[in-house]
């Protein structure tokens, strides 16, 4: 079974400040990806990779960066954070594109920004 | 408007009922995952459903596509208290980046 793990799981931060969640999977899956959850607009893709040093745009991407170090890291950066970046963020792998590929997320990382 | 939406916020049931979760998307799909998130945790798959397919069983678990009228559902029988979670559909787009999830139907199994 896939494992992703995130980290922190909880981080509470100040408006305009310098935020990083991070994101690792042990499988060897090739893609990962980032969502944003906020009740009423359920899962929201942020950025995705499919591979180390590959990056794409997802539905939601301003106000966000992400890296792709290594197979198994992937970073997301907040580096002007805001209020409206208040929300639970999950990290995701899967060893294929979406059509078919089962998605395996991680435990979520809750982000507060006063 | 939504790529994909389940059309209830929420549903009720008692332990042993059975309990549907319907879905609806736009514009023409390869395949249709449904997905379970637990209090707490990050979701998990439970179905997998193709285009070509209209149904797909997994233990108490049963998905339907219909792809004439887009809208795909998930039953689920016999239903236990660990299946109190909310419930979201994932539609893969033909020629989509990724998948897109729905809002989510929470359900709720009282004992």
């Known amino acids: 079974e896939a494992a992703v793990t995130q980290s922190p799981r909880n981080k509470v931060t100040v408006t305009g400040g310098n935020v990083t969640l991070s994101c690792r999977q042990t499988n060897s899956h090739n893609y990962m990806y980032w969502y944003r959850q906020d009740t009423g607009h359920g899962l929201r893709l942020i950025h995705y990779s499919y591979g180390a040093g590959n990056l794409q745009i997802g539905d939601v991407p301003d106000g966000y960066k992400a890296t792709r170090t290594t197979q198994e890291d992937f970073f997301l950066l907040l580096e002007l954070a805001s209020p409206s970046q208040t929300s639970l963020y999950f990290c995701?792998?899967?060893?294929?594109?979406?059509?078919?590929?089962?998605?395996?997320f991680g435990p979520g990382t809750r982000l507060t920004v006063l | 408007s939504q790529l994909a939406e389940e059309n209830l916020w929420a549903l009720s049931v008692h332990e042993g009922e059975s309990v549907t979760v319907n879905c609806s998307y736009k514009t023409s799909i390869t395949a249709l995952q449904w997905y379970r998130q637990k209090s707490g945790e990050g979701p998990a798959q439970l179905i997998l459903?193709?285009?070509?397919?209209r149904e797909k069983r997994n233990g108490r678990l049963r998905a339907t596509l219909d792809t004439s009228s887009q809208s795909s559902s998930l039953s689920i029988t016999a239903t236990r208290c660990e299946d109190t979670a909310v419930y979201f559909c994932a539609p893969a787009y033909q020629g989509g980046r990724a998948l897109i999830f729905g809002t989510g139907t929470t359900v709720s199994v009282s004992p």
């Open positions: 995701a792998s899967s060893d294929e594109a979406g059509d078919y590929a089962e998605q395996f």
């Open positions: 459903i193709r285009s070509n397919e």
